[in-house]
């Protein structure tokens, strides 16, 4: 079969077509940060499945691992004890920060959203007393598309006709997105007015009965919006006074995306909650909430269980995947690499009067495209441009952010210095033909 007519079959069955205004490219196969599609063309990977193959594609340590567990035994459920569930559980309590060392698995991110907040309802009820009811998050924040997932996602264009699906208790706060500054400010003179806001916003916009606050550490498909240092720690701080846990969404800034192991390692606080997907096996479905003692004392044996959760097959994907991740020490790689692409990209930005903004850590990158520099008017059908032609010359990227005009840059974390290389400069004639 050919690409037409694989394409053709995609477009007629599977619910929504990925082909408007999508690449009409049928990928086949893949290593490391490579992918070809079924015509044999390749390219270079930095779009990574929504920035989840961190490891790379088919990396033969998993690949192996995968047959293995496959050919002994697929799926049991969480009514008996499995060899990968137990190690995999340990190895993510000694790799997350010390507070945390419990762990629930499910399967994707959004499910790790939905169990988090279930966590944080459930301990207000029973360890305060306090039913929990809100819940803040941040707009342009995006945690998933189940009900809960994605109504904490703060923009409207995912709830079209869901009015009745989600949930009214989320509150959303302005976003610490310092480019476009919700409050007109300038960082540091600001004083971090976007945290410290949230006292007021606690007074005036919330029953003041808030179960947690959820962040990333740095936003995903929000536009690559990395919050000032201080942000997070004094917002925790805020919150915590109020009572309110704090849930760390580590789903895309988790594994070494951002050059350290997870995205909180840039600030300094511990969450009393982490959520984690996409990078835990590079692309296999896995999903868990990690969280304290305290707080994983509310789930009794039958409050909550998942048929896949946990699925050893799975698991062993995982464990081999973040042994391959800290032997290899992909996340400092991360930080080199990605230090080639920022640099390359401000070089870019001299060139280009489209860029607006680079920012972010480590392969967490983004290029916010503008038509107008001081205006800075976002360019969302340049972005869709650029991507359509930089795929034309062989090179994969994302685009998102709260307006959708922002490039995101987000290979595996083994993507070498000659591919940094070469994207960037398919970026530069990408540029210039948008
Ligand atoms: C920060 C964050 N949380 C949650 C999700 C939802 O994950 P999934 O698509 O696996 O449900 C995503 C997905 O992009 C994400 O970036």
């Not at 993510?92 to 698995?105: A, D, N, Q, R, Y």
């Not at 974390?413 to 940094?420: D, K, M, N, R, Y």
Request: glycine fraction near 8%; charge should be neutral.
């Amino acid at each position: 079969m050919n690409s037409k007519e694989i394409i053709e079959k995609q477009t007629k069955y599977v619910i929504p077509s990925t082909t408007e205004g999508r690449w009409p490219v049928v990928i086949v196969e893949g290593k490391g940060a490579i992918v070809k599609d079924l015509d044999g063309k390749e390219y270079i990977d930095c779009h990574a499945g929504y920035a989840a193959v961190n490891v790379g594609h088919c990396h033969p340590r998993i690949v192996k691992a995968i047959q293995e567990t496959a050919a002994k035994i697929w799926h049991v459920s969480w009514d008996f004890y499995t060899v990968s569930t137990a190690l995999l559980a340990e190895k993510i309590v000694e790799i997350t920060p010390k507070k945390l060392s419990k762990v629930l698995f499910c399967s994707v991110g959004a499910e790790a959203v939905e169990n988090a907040i279930k966590f944080a309802k459930k301990y207000q009820v029973k360890k305060n007393g306090r039913p929990g009811a809100q819940i803040v998050s941040l707009m342009g924040a995006f945690h998933g598309r189940t009900a809960y997932a994605m109504s904490l996602t703060g923009k409207n264009k995912y709830k079209d006709g869901l009015s009745t699906y989600v949930h009214l208790g989320v509150v959303h706060a302005f976003p610490p997105y310092c480019y476009r500054c919700p409050f007109k400010l300038e960082y540091p003179e600001c004083d971090i007015h976007c945290a410290k806001y949230l006292e007021d916003l606690i007074y005036l916009q919330t029953t003041g009965d808030i179960a947690a606050f959820i962040c990333e550490p740095i936003f995903g498909e929000g536009g690559i919006i990395v919050p000032p240092k201080e942000y997070i720690p004094e917002a925790v701080k805020i919150f915590r006074e109020h009572g309110a846990l704090f849930i760390d969404d580590e789903v895309q800034t988790g594994f070494g995306r951002t050059g350290k192991l997870f995205g909180i390692e840039w600030y300094n606080v511990e969450p009393d909650i982490m959520t984690l997907a996409k990078g835990i096996a590079s692309g296999v479905p896995i999903a868990a909430v990690v969280t304290t003692e305290e707080v994983a004392s509310v789930m009794g044996p039958i409050d909550h269980c998942s048929t896949y959760g946990g699925n050893e097959v799975m698991c062993a994907a995982a464990l081999e995947n973040i042994k391959v991740l800290l032997e290899e020490k992909l996340h400092e790689k991360a930080l080199e690499i990605g230090k080639i692409f920022t640099e390359g990209l401000n070089e870019l930005m001299e060139k280009h009067k489209l860029i607006g903004d680079v920012r972010g850590k480590g392969l967490m990158i983004g290029i916010e495209l503008v038509k107008d520099r001081e205006k800075k008017t976002p360019a969302p059908e340049e972005a869709n441009k650029v991507r359509l032609e930089a795929q034309k010359r062989g090179l994969l990227i994302n685009v998102g952010g709260m307006y959708g005009n922002v490039l995101r840059i987000q290979p595996p974390l083994l993507i070498t210095e000659e591919q940094a290389k070469k994207a960037l400069e398919i970026l530069d004639n990408s540029l210039e033909a948008a």
